[in-house]
Nanobody, 124 residues
Framework: QVQLVESGGGSAQAGGSLRLSCSAS????????VAWFRQAPGKEREGVAIILTGGSTTDYANSVKGRFTISQDNAKNTVYLQMNSLKPEDTAMYSC?????????????????WGQGTQVTVSS
């Protein structure tokens, strides 16, 4: 049974940092795409960052480029999202998703495996 578990969410002040983790069990992050999505109240879910595990391919939404970094730790079978220079508009529920895809997708539909989400709240 595949399980993705996010952690690391919480509260931060504008300009601060948080690091989210997405750990997998029953599933190996090897040559699969892992994406972080977020959804703020009243807004649609949006893709934030994507990584092809086992490689160097990453991609970011324009809204977080230069501030967020997605990375992986093979030994821990975990993908991270380092969030720096946080802004109040980064406040959302953050979820990770994973699947073996032909290419990384900013859409939610292609991903079969999802975590339960972790809340990030940034105050001004």
């Amino acid at each position: 049974q595949v399980q993705l578990v996010e952690s690391g969410g919480g509260s931060a002040q504008a300009g601060g940092s948080l690091r989210l983790s997405c750990s997998a069990s029953g599933y190996t992050y090897s040559n699969v795409y892992v994406a972080w999505f977020r959804q703020a109240p009243g807004k649609e879910r949006e893709g934030v960052a994507i990584i092809l595990t086992g490689g160097s391919t990453t991609d970011y939404a324009n809204s977080v480029k230069g501030r967020f970094t997605i990375s992986q730790d093979n030994a821990k079978n975990t993908v991270y999202l380092q969030m720096n220079s946080l802004k109040p508009e980064d406040t959302a529920m953050y979820s990770c998703a994973a699947d073996k895809l032909t290419w990384g997708s900013w859409l939610t539909a292609p991903y079969r495996y999802w975590g339960q989400g972790t809340q990030v709240t940034v105050s001004s």
